[in-house]
C-alpha cells in the first residue's frame, strides 16, 4: 500500500478470538471467492481467517462469530465468501440466511446467485436456484440447501441447519433467536454468524449480549471460548471501552473514520464520510459511520447504581409538588427523545417528576413556554455542554430569562445530591415509567473523583433521570438563596 492511497485500519478495536484454532478453512474461503470473481479485502480476508479457525478434532474453533462494523464497507462480502464455502467446500446441508426485512434477504440470494453462476465450475453442480417470493435458496444436486428466510417469531422453526447467517444482527431479539437457535441442536459441528452494524437501543439484543461477553472476556484477559467477535468503532466514552482504552476518539476527526470504516480506500473514501456527517449530524454518524452504538442491558444487571426496593419505596401516588418549583431539560445523544422535569419541595422531601417525555425535541420550546406562563418556575436548568445544549438560545428567547447553566463539577455535585437523597430518603415520586425504566438502566461515568450519569451504552432513555436530577439542583441552589411559602400546585396541564 506504497500508492500514497489512505486505508482505514484492517484490524478491529474490539477482537477476541478463542485460542484453540490450529488451521483455519478461511484461505479456502477466500481462494473460492476470488474463483467467483469476489475478492476480499485484508479486512475480510482476516475475519474469515480468524472466524473459521478449526480444533485439532475438526471442530470450529468458535461456534459463534460475529461482525459489528459501520454500513457500506463489505460485510456482504464476507457472507457471501462463507457461504459459498460452506455450499461448494465444507459440504454443509442446510445453511441459513436470515436477514431482519424480507427485501434485504432477496438482495443477498441475488448477489450470491450472480457470483455462482458467473462461475461455470459451481454453476454445474446447482440443481435449481429457487425463484418463489419467500422461499428463495439454491440447492445442489447432492441436497445441499442455501436457504434465504426473513426474520419473524416462527421463521427457521423445523429446520435443522449447519451454519446460520444472521444478516443485520443490529434488530435481533429474543423471539427470533427463539426460532433459529434450536435449529442448530442436532448439528455436530454447527456454526452460526451475526454480522451488522452499530447497535441502536432496545432492538439490539443479541448483539448487545455478544459484546458485553467480549468485553467481559477482554477485561478479564481471557479469550471467551466460544466466541469470535470483530468490532470497528471509535471510543466515544471512557466507560464503554476495554480496560486498554486511556482516551475518547473526536466524531470530526478522520483518524475516527480509518479506525472505523476498514473499506476506506477500497470502496469508500474521506471525502464521502465527512459530507456523510454533514448530512448526518454527529449523533447520527458517531452511530451509522464510526460505530458508536448503544446496547440494551440484559436484564442481570439492572438498578445497578439505585436499588429497586430503594427507589419503589420512595414511591407516592398522591405526592404533589409545592411553589417554588424548578424544571429541567434534558435531550437523548441521538436526539430521539427529550424530557422535561419539575422538582418541588414536598414537605421536608424533594417532589421531582416527568413532565412530559416525547420522542424528538421540535416540540420542547413551546411546551416549556407553556409550562413557564402556567408556573412561573424559578428557574430552568439545561446542562449546555449535553445534546439539550442546542436548545438553550431558543428557549431562552422564547421564556425571555437565563437558564441556569451547570459546570461540569456542578453536575458531579447533582448527580451526588441525587443519589444522597435518595438514599436518606428524602426524594419523593410518582412511581413514573419513564423513570423508572431510566433508573434501571442507568450506569455511572466517572469523572475523576467524582461521578455522573452515563449517557451512552445501554440502549435507555435516561433522559428523565438527568431532568430530575438538575431539576432538584436547580432547586436546592435556588432554595438557598430566598425563601418562599409553599402553596400546593395542581396536575401539570
Known sequence: MSDGTVYGNQRPRIFTVPGLALSSAGEEAVELAARAGLRLDPWQQFVLDQGMGERADGNWAAPEVAVNVPRQNGKGGIIE??????????????????????????????????????????????????????????????????????????????????????????????????????????????????????????????????????????????????LAYFEWSINEHRDECPRDCTEHDDVAAAESVLKSNPAVGYRLTLEKCKNERLTLGDALFARERLGAGTYPSDGSDTWQVIGEDAWRALADGDSQPADPVCFAIDVTPDRSHASICVAAANGSAVHVEVVDNRPGTGWVVERAKDLHERWSPRCWVVDAGSPAGSLIDNLEAALGVEVVKPKVREIAQATGQFYDAVAAGEIVHLDQAPLATALAGARKRDLGEAWAWARRGEGVDISPLVAVTLARWGLSVELQESESPAAPLVAWG
Open 81 to 226: 465468501a462463507r457461504e459459498l464455502w460452506g455450499l461448494f467446500v465444507g459440504g454443509e446441508q442446510l445453511i441459513l440466511h436470515s436477514a431482519h426485512e424480507f427485501k434485504t434477504a432477496k438482495n443477498a440470494f441475488k448477489r450470491i446467485e450472480r457470483l455462482i453462476r458467473s462461475c461455470p465450475d459451481l454453476h454445474k453442480r446447482v440443481k435449481r436456484y429457487w425463484q418463489t417470493v419467500g422461499e428463495e435458496g439454491i440447492e445442489l444436486h447432492n441436497g445441499q440447501l442455501l436457504r434465504f428466510i426473513a426474520r419473524s417469531g416462527g421463521s427457521g422453526r423445523g429446520f435443522t441447519a449447519d451454519c446460520i447467517i444472521l444478516d443485520e444482527d443490529m434488530i435481533l431479539g429474543d423471539d427470533a433467536m427463539g426460532a433459529l437457535a434450536p435449529t442448530l441442536a442436532a448439528v455436530a459441528n454447527p456454526q452460526t454468524w451475526y454480522l451488522g452494524s452499530a447497535g441502536i437501543g432496545h432492538q439490539s439484543v443479541q448483539l448487545g449480549r455478544l459484546r458485553r461477553r467480549t468485553l467481559e472476556a477482554l477485561e478479564a484477559g481471557i479469550p471467551d471460548p466460544t
